[in-house]
């Protein structure tokens, strides 16, 4: 994988991204100046972003793993992001090999590179799309080239839908996204928890940084409003905890307190 072609007079212009600041929180090199600045305010107000951004990728793997190892064989991870170590077709493809996979993100740079990784698989792609467009996602030429919607699908929404800031626009596109997929089909979510700034006695203002230098401002989600997501799905136990303790079959325990910078993270499967 190369990293982004560097030419400072184009890309010091450019705005940043959630994607790419994202990168740049988990030491990647996919990342204009606008990235890493508008980056740099949110790790001066927020020092903990970076270990929360390593706590939610490291959710993602554990969550991919165990639908793979539960049998799932198609993936549709929507806000994919900038594809980085820990891949989610590599780790679904231990337990399964044939797996398929379609990486959707909005930024263009994001589906660029994914789509350089995934030169010559056929069965894995990355494709632009927006997540408050869900119908236009299923029915993206390619999302339906590589993944047969009559089988059982992993749906992986992870740090994404703190980009669609009204509660009732981010379960109506997941429970339309959910409704194209069969009986045996996965929900994986994680999302910034409200609870841990209110914990640290301080708003969510890193959504103002969001807000002035991308064109994805985000919020932030209580646990009720995390698990209202899963609406008429089952929960994985242990359900919606912090993305550190999620492990498939583990007890659903009260969750411990929040370190600062907590992600809710849970798995659903559609009865
Ligand atoms: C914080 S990253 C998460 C990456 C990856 N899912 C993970 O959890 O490691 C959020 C991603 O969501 C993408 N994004 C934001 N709004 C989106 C939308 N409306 N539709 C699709 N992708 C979106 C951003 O471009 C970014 O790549």
Sequence with gaps: MTGVQEQPSANARKAATAARMYDYYLGGIHNFPADREAAEAVIAQ??????????????????????????IKQYLDVGSGIPTVDNVHTIVRGPQPDARVVYVDLDPVAVAEGLEILAGDERAVAVRGDLLQPRAILEHPEVRRVLDLGRPVGLILAAVLHF??????????TAELLAALPPGSYLVVSHTATESFTMIGRSPAAEDVYQRRTATPGTVRTRAEVERLFAGLELVEPGVVWAQQWAPGTAADQPQPAGPGGIWAGVGRKP
Excluded: Q, W, Y
């Design 164 to 173: 669609v800031p009204d509660h009732a626009t981010a379960e109506a596109v």
């Design 46 to 71: 927020f020092p903990f972003i970076r270990d929360a951004a390593r706590a939610n990728r490291g959710f993602v793997a554990a969550a991919a793993r165990f639908l793979a190892e539960s049998g």
